[in-house]
């Protein structure tokens, strides 16, 4: 894995926070693996067995430490789409290792291609709105659980008005559980030292009183049976490869677009850098094993890494003992983790979806006090994200950024003007000039990103050049990216014929190697002239000042005047 952008995430020492963390995500990943996979149209114990493998070599080797790898509900959601779609049975093993395999096969090639970058460029707005929508995926899918009313609508935010509408036909038992697990997560959080295990204590605290108490609700077992057994080997079915292909790629998408909010919201506890195309790769190796040994696929999960978190979790150990500690009661404790109720699990979760939620409160603050159109970028996404299937969201998100990132990138371009500052070798910004006089020598400076849409507004920048007869302008073009758009390559030789047309000259100042050989394969160096494109200098404003000087040498020529000053 590259070292770039910062200190390694290390394997580090593990720590009883770690131990017990893990032992508190473990047995939530009993009944909350489960319900997704039940959510999905899975079979239940491949949800638990995603719990295992993708989690224990998810957090080898990931590189937000932190970061729990297993099923999500968005991920089971889409797995099943994919599946449906491709008329193959959901509960095949077979076709569940495929799928699994393949997406955990994308991930690592979209890793090592480091495409992780690309990550980069979803902007913040965007990702506040897409991880807020999936917090309130979470606690949507845990209302069930919590109250015993499934909520009925076409989307999370409806499935929530429902939800609500319908409090009159909610479950008394559940939900006086669930509240009691709540308020019991809440009690032992006042005491400070027991606020790492606060989960930890009210899950055991409550599921012990509901079973003292004989209370009547549903337990994990009512979902499915817990097999005392490890997964064992399933191979993939090869002749579903084809046709499952481009919905592994889907399932692999959504699951990295969960996981890449994570290292944003999760710091490393010991101070070294996420990386997006590490966790790319990390995810892939727990999918390529973890779909081997019959687990659905799995990703980066906001509500699993929320409870390490919360329990404490100090280093990628957590998510190791997690791995571990679900293999062990699984073998060794199936039956009374069938025991741990369902609406102590909802209650548990839809805490931590609020606290997430709640953990993006500053970043939602932000984005409304910057501008009104990163606002509306983070609300389009919220809304597709509760609205629409999590691959369409995650497309519409991707194009808001685009669309984000051209505008401002647009906004920011422009020329400048340059002119000799107070000390010697010196500039400063100016507006750029209105025009171009007779035998004046002017300094532009190029701002911008190269993009096709800056066009218009650098051409109205653009000084009239009408009286520029034995003048020269000297364009600076040291930032330009090395490979401008072509718009700007047209740009740049209209102004040459303009300043031509009317006796002048235009130099270029400091044209990066790659840009220099654009500009040649289109001709506008000898369109110019080999003397007036000088090329980038190691010192900063090297080649500006030799372009200076060689434009000062010609309207000396032209004009029989002396040197325009240079300095």
Sequence with gaps: MSEAGGKKAALGRPTPADVSAGLVTGLFSIPEGMAYAAIGGFNPVTGIYAGVVPTILGSFFARTVLMVTTLTSAI??????????????????????TVAVLAGLIMVVLGLLKLGAVMSFVSNAVMTGFSTGIALQIITGSLDDATGYKPDGHNRLTQLADWVVHAGDWKLTTTLTALVTVAVWALVRLVKRLEP????????????????????????????????????????????????????????????????????????????????????????????????????????????????????????????????????????????????????????????????????RKDILLVLRTSWLSAAAMTVTFVATTQLPLQQAIVIGALLSLLLYCVQAARQSGLRGLEPGAGPGSWRFTDPPARVGPGEVRVLFYAGTSLFAEAPRIDAQWPDVSQARGSAVVLALRTTPEVPSSAVVKLLSRYADELDAHGGRLYLAGVQPTLLEVLRRTGLTAELGDDRVVPAREEIFGAQREAIERANRWVEEQRGRGPVAAE
């Design 197 to 360: 295990v606060a989960i930890l204590v009210a899950l055991v605290a409550v599921s012990l009183g509901v079973g003292l108490l004989s209370v009547d609700v549903e337990l994990a077992r009512d979902i499915a049976h817990i097999p005392a057994a490890l997964p064992h080997f399933t191979a993939p079915d090869l002749s579903a490869v084809g046709s499952l292909l481009p919905g592994a790629f889907a399932v692999a998408l959504v699951a990295l677009a969960q996981a890449a909010s994570i290292g944003p919201t999760v710091r490393n506890p010991d101070g070294s850098k996420s990386s997006v195309d590490g966790d790319f790769v990390a995810q892939g190796i727990g999918n390529i094993g973890g779909g081997l040994f019959g687990a659905l696929p799995a990703g980066g999960s906001m509500s699993r890494t929320g409870v390490a978190v919360s329990a404490g979790a100090r280093t990628r150990w957590a998510g190791i003992f997690a791995g571990v500690w679900l293999a062990l009661l699984v073998l060794t404790l199936g039956s009374l983790a069938e025991r741990i109720p369902m609406p102590v699990i909802g209650g548990l979760i839809i805490v931590i979806g609020c606290e997430l939620i709640r953990g993006r």
């Design 76 to 97: 089971a959601l889409t797995s099943q789409s994919v599946l449906s779609g491709a008329h193959l049975d959901p509960k095949d093993a077979g076709n569940i290792a």
